[in-house]
């Protein structure tokens, strides 16, 4: 996390928002530094009586979540590997150093996205004719070619930042947010070091390492977070992103009155989903479809004020593109082929 792009934008409490406060975050401590960019420290809360207090800032990544404690708890048996070398981090996270044992050898789910994001540098084709990940990139920022973005652009699901990055070329500030620790680290890490680095499965247990100097924007910031309750103020983006989320999300609506919340007048929505819902992720209830509606008709619908009027979506769709193929490569003989429909909108 650059501290120099921190002031730009404020950052709220989602704790003391939840109560009705509007508390503001700033880096309170810096605990590790390396070239400008903060490691490990602690932002505080500008409200005295809050009892979360503190955001720890862990591998570049600032964790903004209601109850930091509770969220790594959560996520640690999940997490292949942290390193952390401060006290005072460790000790805001007790057991930080018993982090879970490094299971890199069983885990692809880092190489898979690190592959969609960044894998057109140097990997092997697929073994079929598949679409290519750079297909995908290329028809997204055609979507967003000709809007000139004179405010800060956020991408909500980020992943390991490939869009971020490319949202950073266009706008005077790029924010990525995702909930996974593992893949945000590793957008920031790439940013830091200007370097793409992965362990890429061919098969069984057996991994190659893909390694490339890549440069990138600076003017980036990653963060944790939960989408359905970002740490920012309402109408401070030029640009919202959110792709691959609305179905990834425990309530999807809520996605998008969030979204618009974050969007200034006349700000760019831009939605890609391949709808492919999963009960344990979404009540089926909350789908955006149901027999006589698909998905894509829905969306179209709720962002035009002919659906729900109450949520005051007041949208014009610029572009729509119906069926965007997107390749998740998992090894040489696994591939999955999803379709997208992506929908660019502006706020009116
Ligand atoms: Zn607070």
Redesign the pocket.
């Known amino acids: 996390m650059r501290l120099d792009l921190l002031n730009r934008l404020p950052l709220i409490?989602p704790?003391?928002r939840q109560r009705g406060?509007d508390?503001r975050l700033r880096c309170s401590e810096v605990c590790v530094e390396e070239n400008g960019f903060v490691i490990e420290g602690l932002l505080e809360?500008?409200?005295t009586d809050?009892?979360?207090?503190h955001y720890p800032i862990l591998a570049g990544v600032p964790i903004i979540v209601r109850d930091p404690v509770a969220w790594w708890q959560n996520a640690r048996p999940s997490l292949t590997q942290v390193n952390c070398n401060s006290l005072k981090i460790k000790d805001f996270f007790s057991l930080l150093d018993a982090a879970a044992p490094d299971r890199q050898h069983h885990s692809s789910r880092l190489g898979t996205w690190m592959e969609l994001h960044y894998g057109h540098n140097g990997s092997t084709s697929a073994p079929l004719a598949l679409p290519t990940a750079e297909d995908y990139w290329q028809t997204l920022n055609a979507l967003t070619a000709e809007q000139h973005l004179h405010g800060p652009a956020l991408e909500l699901g980020c992943a390991v930042g490939r869009y971020t990055f490319d949202l950073a070329r266009r706008a005077p500030l790029a924010i990525g947010v995702d909930c996974n620790f593992e893949l945000v680290a590793a957008a920031a890490q790439i940013q830091r070091q200007q370097v793409v680095h992965y362990r890429r499965r061919r098969r069984g247990t057996h991994f190659e390492i893909v390694d490339f100097s890549h440069t990138i924007p600076q003017n980036v910031l990653f963060m944790l977070a939960d989408a359905l309750d970002p740490p920012f103020q309402a109408e401070q983006f030029a640009l919202v992103a959110a792709l691959n989320l609305l179905d990834n999300v425990s309530a999807p609506l809520i996605l998008l009155g969030q979204m618009d919340a974050l969007l200034r007048q006349d700000g760019l929505m831009i939605l890609g989903s391949p709808y492919e819902w999963r009960a344990e992720n979404c009540e089926p209830a909350q789908w955006l479809e149901n027999a006589t509606l698909d998905a894509s008709t829905t969306l179209r619908q709720l962002l035009t004020e002919q659906l729900i009027p109450e949520l005051s979506l007041d949208y014009r769709i610029l572009q729509e593109i119906h069926d965007l193929p997107w390749v998740l490569r998992q090894h040489d003989r696994y591939w999955s082929l999803y379709s997208v429909h992506l929908l660019s909108a502006r706020k009116d």
């Open positions: 409490c704790h003391c406060i508390a809360c500008s409200n809050c009892a979360v207090g």
